[in-house]
């Protein structure tokens, strides 16, 4: 069986079949190689074995086509070369993945496999849960380390992430913010126009955004924006090994890398929150004044009435917490990286989805506790 310098010689022996492959298993033989595979049948009683010892070239198509006829007749692979070692070792892997996969993809319905699933994805979310907690308390840790030593604290680094994550996300806030109070207002006004009610559009722009969508809104933003920059910035620093190298120079990573984030975002976050509140009441005012001839003074004294002290407050005092959350996760996830490109990918996007889920738990909890104290 010979094609292009490839062939297969076989022989039958006491011990079984042995195929002695030699020459050169590329691309170019392949379909001659193929339709020879396919023509082996079923191994015989004694066992099959590859003898690779007379390959003078292979390439992936060769190697995928030897180990799925290897696959096929339960046989083992002898004499291989040295220098094809390593790229069947690792088109052996990929072959042992896909069938899996096609599996996955085709089998039936089946209730145990299901709940078994289902199972160890609750598993593995309380013990990301409980991973997430000691690092809280980690956090906790240096953080009172650092008010016992404020020398420690990296101004250089903390002034850094104020610009990078408070003045650099100014003009995204304010651009969402500008365009939330646009919707607000207009579709307030539409729904309101029903009951002849148009000027209580005010009322319901001011209570939503400084109460409840400002703050929720700007945090969503900064952790799609700044929560996942940390598990990026931080998880490329281990795939490099330098925050092992920080720690065999006796650095501590959670007081180099991570307590400037955290504060950083811990001052920006109620900031950026404020910045965006105003500009929100800005779009929205404007909207009323081209959509229902609502002038300026109008609009603000229609606010002052509509809103109590504790309105703005009761926005903004939920923004630490936020912050907080969404520092501590993407550097978590950031410190979680493991020694690969698709790692980094995979945690960033972890990040985000866990840092937007426990800051709508977070204002679900603030929503309850209000309405709790009647605020």
Same mark, same amino acid.
């Given at each position: 069986m010979a094609d292009g310098g490839a062939f297969l010689e076989k022989q039958t022996g006491d011990?079984?079949?042995?195929?002695?492959?030699?020459?050169?298993?590329?691309?170019?033989?392949?379909?001659?190689?193929?339709?020879?595979?396919?023509?082996?049948?079923?191994?015989?009683?004694?066992?099959?074995?590859f003898d690779l010892g007379g390959i003078e070239g292979l390439d992936t198509v060769g190697a995928f086509l030897l180990l799925r006829a290897a696959n096929a007749l339960d046989a083992t692979l002898e004499n291989v070369p040295p220098g094809f070692a390593t790229l069947l070792h690792h088109v052996e892997k990929a072959v042992a993945k896909e069938p899996a996969r096609a599996r996955r993809r085709h089998r039936h319905f089946n209730i145990a496999e299901w709940l078994d699933h289902f199972g160890a994805q609750v598993f593995r979310i309380g013990d990301n849960a409980l991973e997430l907690l000691s690092f809280f308390g980690l956090v906790l840790v240096t953080a009172g380390r650092l008010a016992r030593h404020p020398s420690h604290i990296r101004p250089v680094a903390l002034m850094a992430q104020l610009q990078r994550n408070g003045w650099a996300a100014m003009p995204i806030v304010g651009m969402l913010a500008f365009l939330i109070g646009v919707v607000i207002a207009y579709q307030g006004a539409d729904q309101l126009a029903q009951f002849g009610a148009q000027i209580l559009t005010v009322n319901l722009?001011?209570?939503?955004?400084?109460?409840?969508? /400002?703050? *929720?809104?700007?945090?969503?933003?900064?952790? $799609?924006?700044?929560?996942?920059? @940390?598990? +990026?910035?931080?998880? %490329? &620093?281990?795939?490099?090994?330098?925050?092992?190298?920080?720690?065999?120079?006796?650095?501590?990573?959670?007081?180099?890398?991570?307590?400037?984030?955290?504060?950083?975002?811990?001052?920006?976050?109620?900031?950026l929150t404020f910045f965006a509140?105003?500009?929100?009441?800005?779009?929205?005012?404007?909207?009323?004044?081209?959509?229902?001839?609502?002038?300026?003074?109008?609009?603000?004294?229609?606010?002052? /009435?509509? *809103?109590?002290?504790?309105?703005?407050?009761? $926005?903004?005092?939920?923004?630490? @917490?936020? +912050?907080?959350?969404? %520092? &501590?996760?993407?550097?978590?996830?950031?410190?979680?990286?493991?020694?690969?490109?698709?790692?980094?990918?995979?945690?960033?996007?972890?990040?985000?989805?866990?840092?937007?889920?426990?800051?709508?738990?977070?204002?679900?909890?603030?929503?309850?506790?209000?309405?709790?104290?009647?605020?």
């Amino acid at each position: 069986m010979a094609d292009g310098g490839a062939f297969l010689e076989k022989q039958t022996g006491d011990g079984g079949m042995v195929l002695a492959a030699h020459g050169n298993w590329r691309v170019e033989s392949a379909t001659a190689l193929d339709r020879a595979l396919a023509e082996l049948g079923t191994a015989p009683g004694g066992g099959v074995r590859f003898d690779l010892g007379g390959i003078e070239g292979l390439d992936t198509v060769g190697a995928f086509l030897l180990l799925r006829a290897a696959n096929a007749l339960d046989a083992t692979l002898e004499n291989v070369p040295p220098g094809f070692a390593t790229l069947l070792h690792h088109v052996e892997k990929a072959v042992a993945k896909e069938p899996a996969r096609a599996r996955r993809r085709h089998r039936h319905f089946n209730i145990a496999e299901w709940l078994d699933h289902f199972g160890a994805q609750v598993f593995r979310i309380g013990d990301n849960a409980l991973e997430l907690l000691s690092f809280f308390g980690l956090v906790l840790v240096t953080a009172g380390r650092l008010a016992r030593h404020p020398s420690h604290i990296r101004p250089v680094a903390l002034m850094a992430q104020l610009q990078r994550n408070g003045w650099a996300a100014m003009p995204i806030v304010g651009m969402l913010a500008f365009l939330i109070g646009v919707v607000i207002a207009y579709q307030g006004a539409d729904q309101l126009a029903q009951f002849g009610a148009q000027i209580l559009t005010v009322n319901l722009l001011g209570v939503s955004i400084l109460r409840e969508l /400002g703050c *929720l809104i700007t945090a969503i933003i900064v952790a $799609g924006r700044s929560g996942s920059a @940390f598990t +990026a910035e931080i998880g %490329a &620093m281990r795939v490099n090994e330098e925050v092992d190298a920080m720690q065999v120079l006796g650095l501590d990573p959670i007081e180099v890398l991570v307590m400037p984030r955290l504060l950083g975002l811990l001052i920006s976050l109620p900031l950026l929150t404020f910045f965006a509140n105003f500009v929100a009441m800005v779009g929205g005012g404007v909207m009323c004044w081209v959509a229902l001839d609502i002038t300026p003074p109008v609009f603000l004294e229609q606010l002052k /009435g509509a *809103l109590n002290p504790l309105t703005f407050w009761l $926005g903004v005092i939920k923004a630490p @917490f936020f +912050a907080f959350v969404i %520092a &501590m996760v993407g550097c978590h996830a950031g410190l979680e990286v493991e020694r690969s490109a698709e790692s980094v990918g995979h945690y960033t996007t972890a990040s985000v989805v866990r840092s937007i889920f426990l800051v709508l738990l977070i204002d679900a909890a603030f929503s309850i506790l209000f309405a709790a104290l009647h605020v």
